[in-house]
């Protein structure tokens, strides 16, 4: 727990710097007089200015968006997202699903004689690949 930002470690040092200052008996003359400062400022008409006007400065912000109406337009935007976001992914899966549809399955490419995609890294032997040497042959400049 901490009180005005300081930590109960913290505030055993102070107190103990306050009993070698001030001594025993003069400690507690001390603190009754600051439990009274502390009591009277916090029933003063200053302490509740304080506060009234902390409270205002942190609704300040939601109060400027509901009189300018930001948070109807904020509403209006994210609903807006989320439709998008939900027709693109409609899109998307109508995509996916033609292209396996319209895909034919790998046994009738091998049985139609056409052959299926070459894994990447292999080398092929047809007229083109790497290795033909009709590829080989500089074009002479003109």
């Known amino acids: 727990m901490k009180i005005l930002n300081i930590g109960p470690m913290e505030l055993v040092f102070i ?3 306050v009993l070698i200052v001030l001594g025993p ?3 507690v003359q001390y603190g009754r007089k600051l439990g009274k400062f502390i009591r009277d400022f916090v ?5 509740r200015d304080l506060i009234s006007t902390s409270r205002e400065i942190q609704d300040f912000p939601k109060k400027i968006m509901r009189e300018t109406e930001l948070d109807k337009v904020l ?3 994210e609903g807006s997202l989320r439709e998008t976001a939900k027709e693109t992914e409609r899109i ?12 034919p399955p790998k046994e009738k490419l091998e ?3 056409e052959e299926t995609a070459e894994q990447p890294g292999e080398e092929s032997s047809e007229a083109g690949g790497v290795n033909d040497p009709e590829d080989h ?3 002479p400049k003109i």
Not at 92 to 102: A, G, P
């Open 75 to 77: 509403n209006e935007v």
């Open 43 to 47: 029933k003063s008409p200053l302490w």
């Open 92 to 103: 998307i899966n109508d995509t996916q699903e033609k292209l396996t549809v319209n895909l």
């Open 111 to 113: 049985e139609k004689g």
């Open 137 to 139: 042959h500089i074009s």
């Open 15 to 17: 107190l103990i710097i």
């Open 25 to 27: 008996k003069d400690m």
